[in-house]
């Protein structure tokens, strides 16, 4: 550890640190989704945790597994070793008492303890008990009892003396610089929390910079990688450029009394804000052509109450001054003693030069899990091009690992010099190796008194270039953001904290204004004003207009919709195809669809899944009656409408960056302002059909990046029936009502039992809701739409989709208007399965399918079948086995049921009894239902990721060429038969496809 101190710097080892940490939580996952012969999954931290010695069977389960994750596991002892060797060294420096250098010295034993039996276990065979088990769980149990006592430790008199006058350096520091941090904070959250989901969506779009196509080349995308390595400049110069007005300004205001608040601080910074907005509204109004169309752009609600708040707070000022004047007591500027303007000054270039810290460690976030599928064992059994795919993985995670040490390296200077000042002597004392270079040369000379004019022109140009970026992205946000998701979210960022620096330099020359002074604030509280007032704004609840659906589409020449009979009659009626199962009983089958949400993944999922099943031959064509979708599942669903493989296409089109960017500019900058100002700024025509500029709130900009690749998403909706899909259940959820809201090309006929004609919504929330709390829109509402703006009605997951408003209903009945109220969400708040609709729909499908096999003569019975199209992966995990536990424990185990019964699980279950019963006393009806369940379990079939390691796939609107292709390769993964379905509740999508006689391959 010595050697290690001496050559790296505390903040250089602190980086390798972090990095060999992201690096391991990564090899952990991967470990994590090795399935054992067994069924059983374990994770890294499971076997070296503190319950190490109730996770000693998870050896065994590796050593049998395949492929094998002992490379794994041995990588991730190496990098324990670099992690420990920095960590410990950086321990070592935090006090000098002999019983601290002992507790760091036994965890340092216990840890190489540990790593040096994990190594000896990688080389095991078989899968019984053995004796480095016991010393493997007994090292990692004495680590966690000794990182304890030095954690018991560190609260001792002496050390938490330290700590606690470092802290109050470090805040006095943050409220100096805290717009910076928050920025440098927002970025480091989605870059490097290792949490799957959304946060998975940014590392993704770092991935797209390699290219892998179904050919298996693999290739390296230029322009994003330059357009990333530009924002990470830019971000880097900016928060320099924030830091140094933030430190120059405090250099200027330490020590000195400020003066009162000047005549242009009340007009310019309060008045005038309420004043822009009241031309504004003139000027759109003039633009519009007459005050009544342009009303239409207006929120009177949300517009007054900004326009009075801002204004009505330099007024009482103003007035209050007159009436009487401050004295000298009101006036101090608060410093803390313990911070200089020297630490000021370096703290604001720490955070510049961390910028590229957190840009490098995302880096090696991103690249790691695809750099390590690069083993052979996992190349052999992947998609080809996997091993071109590792190598410029880990080309990018080394260039990763580099920019991480530059931002600690001395590149914008002063990184020693704060180390020096805020942290014991240890610590500070810089080596040869560690000496920093030169800072570079200051943008402006040391603060003057008062500001000189080149300060107030720097500050008037980083202002109107931050007004003039989030104006431009208003007015085209479409446009500018074309394929800049990563530029788009940075920039407005940056902007937003560009434009509070500027604001806030400027408020504080002066005393704050009496309204502040009055409640004891020193300076003007402008980011809690920031959330102030939208909190305010938003007690309105919101116009519809402002999240309105997208409508005006015509709705398809007679898309009367068929009740569920007329559909299974219809279907029923065609020409259908028979199926001879083993033993020589025949059948029809009839498929039900649901297809999981979780974004562009869910939609590229499903579209893989069906598009499969339609072209596998047999009966699989023509078989599906209904499906029902939730949140991007819907999505997959209608692309799949009237396109052959053109869907797949549209699935990469509208899951490029264009969608994700044109949402981040809605979501950060224009619906925002429209919510706050209560004015909607028309933008360039996007989604539009009339090519006029025109409000389009957030989910309209994505309708529009969607339907610029999507011609399937423009038709007009219609309730005509599609092969592919059947006819299609789109669910969505009435937030605050309890209701799921189906758009549905059924009629499902559920206004009755409760429902009345008058409020849909009436027994929503009741605790006996009609159909399980589900309303058909379209039986109350005759919606005017598209297919993109159906799908979106089921795709809109807050916050990067707002709720939708039904609106243009005024003329129409009660139930409509009761409609209308309503805020639609993501389908999966309600159940983002699909399976929820499908199960309520079950009792009258399986009656029809009885009635029809009961008078259908000679004609072979219809057996029901259901395939879920899960997106998710840990499907076939074997659950633990029920063990005794603890009375104590009991309460917290039981409260977990309620949440068990309305899982995945629980619906497929209670879907597979509904399906059983469509037989009346007909042997030969009787032995094909037998005779397919011999074949799919149960009549349900999963079609999910199988559990092995990969590359995770975010939640989110855009996805990698490694996403796209391991979702691809996973799909046709499903195929072959694996017979799970002939031990366990449910089969696997090659077992419903050999019930559906296209005979894959398998056991």
């Not at 994770?43 to 190490?52: E, L, R, S």
């Not at 009436?762 to 509402?781: E, K, L, W």
Request: with cysteine; hydrophobic share 50%; charged share 15%.
């Amino acid at each position: 550890m010595g050697v290690v101190a001496a050559i790296f710097s505390p903040a250089r080892r602190a980086v390798i640190a972090l990095a060999s940490l992201l690096a391991m939580l990564e090899l952990d996952r991967l470990v994590g989704e090795t399935l054992g012969s067994d069924g059983q999954t374990f994770t890294i931290a499971q076997a070296v945790g503190p319950g190490a010695f109730g996770s000693m069977p998870a050896w065994g389960i590796w050593a049998t597994a395949v492929p094998s994750p002992m490379p794994l596991i041995g990588i991730h002892v190496l990098l324990d070793v670099v992690f420990f060797l920095c960590y410990l060294s950086l321990l070592r420096q935090v006090d000098t008492t002999r019983p601290w250098r002992i507790g760091v010295r036994l965890l340092f034993a216990a840890e190489v303890l540990e790593d040096l039996m994990m190594l000896l276990e990688t080389q095991r065979v078989g899968s019984g008990p053995a004796p480095a088990d016991y010393i493997v769980a007994f090292a990692a149990t004495a680590k966690w009892l000794f990182v304890l006592f030095l954690v018991v430790r560190a609260f001792g008199t002496p050390i938490r003396q330290r700590v606690v006058a470092h802290l109050r350096t470090a805040r006095a520091l943050i409220g100096v610089h805290r717009v910076a941090l928050v920025v440098l904070v927002a970025i480091a959250a989605v870059s490097l929390v290792p949490r799957a989901g959304v946060l998975e969506q940014l590392p993704d779009v770092q991935r797209s910079w390699i290219t892998w196509d179904e050919a298996g080349r693999v290739g390296v995308d230029g322009g994003p990688i330059l357009g990333a390595a530009l924002v990470a400049l830019l971000l880097a110069v900016s928060l320099m450029a924030i830091g140094r007005v933030r430190s120059r300004h405090f250099a200027r205001l330490a020590g000195t009394s400020r003066s009162a608040p000047d005549r242009s601080t009340y007009i310019f910074w309060f008045v005038a804000p309420g004043v822009a907005v009241l031309v504004f509204a003139v000027l759109l109004a003039w633009s519009a052509g007459t005050y009544g169309d342009a009303l239409r752009f207006v929120d009177l609600g949300p517009f007054l109450t900004f326009v009075i708040v801002t204004v009505l707070i330099g007024v009482v000022s103003l007035i209050w001054d007159r009436v009487r004047p401050p004295t000298a007591a009101d006036t101090p500027f608060r410093v803390s003693p313990a911070t200089t303007v020297a630490m000021v000054t370096a703290a604001g270039e720490v955070l510049a030069s961390l910028s590229l810290t957190v840009a490098g460690l995302g880096m090696i976030r991103s690249f790691t899990a695809p750099m390590l599928l690069g083993l052979p064992e996992y190349v052999a059994r992947g998609p080809e091009g996997l091993a071109g795919v590792s190598f410029l993985s880990a080309v990018f995670a080394v260039l990763g690992l580099v920019l991480a040490l530059l931002g600690v390296s001395g590149v914008f200077g002063w990184l020693i010099g704060i180390l020096a000042a805020i942290t014991p002597a240890p610590l500070a004392a810089p080596t040869a190796a560690s000496a920093p270079v030169a800072p570079p040369a200051p943008l402006l000379p040391p603060a003057p008194e008062p500001p000189t004019r080149g300060e107030r022109v720097l500050r008037w140009i980083m202002g109107v270039a931050a007004l003039v970026f989030l104006a431009s992205l208003s007015l085209f946000p479409l446009q500018l953001t074309h394929d800049m998701a990563l530029a788009t979210a940075v920039g407005i960022v940056v902007a937003w904290g560009t434009l509070l620096t500027v604001v806030e330099s400027r408020l504080q020359e002066h005393r704050p204004l009496r309204v502040f002074g009055a409640v004891g604030m020193r300076s003007v509280p402008l980011l809690t004003l920031f959330i102030a007032i939208p909190l305010l704004v938003a007690q309105f609840g919101g116009p519809a207009a402002l999240h309105a659906i997208q409508s005006g589409a015509k709705v398809a020449p007679g898309a009367v919709r068929p009740t569920l009979e007329q559909a299974f009659t219809r279907w029923a009626e065609a020409p259908g195809c028979t199926v001879t199962a083993p033993g020589g009983a025949t059948y029809r089958p009839l498929v039900l669809v649901a297809a999981q949400g979780g974004g562009i993944r869910a939609a590229t999922w499903t579209a893989n899944v069906l598009r499969r099943l339609d072209s596998s031959g047999g009966c699989a064509p023509g078989s599906v009656l209904l499906s029902s979708g939730a949140s991007g599942g819907s999505v997959g669903l209608v692309l799949l409408r009237g396109q052959d493989d053109g869907a797949l296409v549209t699935t990469n089109s509208i899951g490029d960056e264009d969608g994700l960017a044109a949402g981040l500019a809605g979501t950060l900058i224009i619906d925002d302002f429209a919510a706050v100002t209560g004015l909607r700024v028309p933008s360039a025509p996007g989604y539009s059909e009339n090519g006029r500029w025109t409000w389009q709130d957030r989910a309209a900009l994505i309708q529009a990046a969607w339907a610029a690749n999507s011609e399937a998403l423009t038709r007009p909706y219609d309730a005509e029936y599609e092969p592919a899909t059947g006819w299609l259940l789109l669910n969505s959820t009435a937030a605050g009502a309890d209701c799921r809201a189906v758009i549905s090309q059924l009629d499902l006929q559920i206004g009755v039992g409760g429902i009345t004609d008058e409020d849909p919504t009436a027994t929503c929330g009741s605790d006996t809701p009609s159909v399980s709390g589900m309303i058909d829109v379209q039986a109350y509402c005759d919606l005017d739409i598209d297919w993109a703006t159906a799908a979106m009605l089921s795709a809109r997951f807050p916050i990067v989709t707002p709720a939708g408003r039904i609106t243009g209903v005024a003329d129409h009945d009660a139930a409509c208007r009761a409609i209308g109220d309503l805020q639609l969400a993501d389908g999966g708040y309600s159940e983002n399965s699909g399976l929820g609709t499908l199960s309520d729909l079950a009792p009258d499908l399986t009656a029809l399918v009885r009635q029809y096999n009961a008078g259908r003569g000679d004609a072979p019975p219809v057996v029901p079948f259901l395939l879920y199209a899960r997106n998710e992966g840990g499907a076939d995990v074997a659950a633990p086995d029920v063990k005794p536990a603890s009375e104590l424990l009991v309460p917290l185990l039981a409260n977990g049921t309620k949440s068990a019964l309305i899982s995945d699980a629980a619906w497929l279950q209670r879907l597979s009894d509904d399906l059983q019963d469509v037989c009346t006393n007909d042997e030969r009806c009787t032995d094909a239902v037998s005779a397919s369940r011999r074949l799919v379990a149960g009549g349900v079939a999963v079609a999910a990721p199988r559990t092995e390691p990969a590359v995770i796939s975010p939640l989110g609107w855009t996805l990698s060429d490694i996403s796209r292709t391991q979702l691809r390769w996973a799909v046709a993964s499903q195929v072959p038969r694996v017979c799970s379905g002939r031990d366990t509740a449910f089969a696997g999508f090659g077992d419903l496809l050999d019930a559906l006689g296209s005979h894959p391959e398998g056991c």
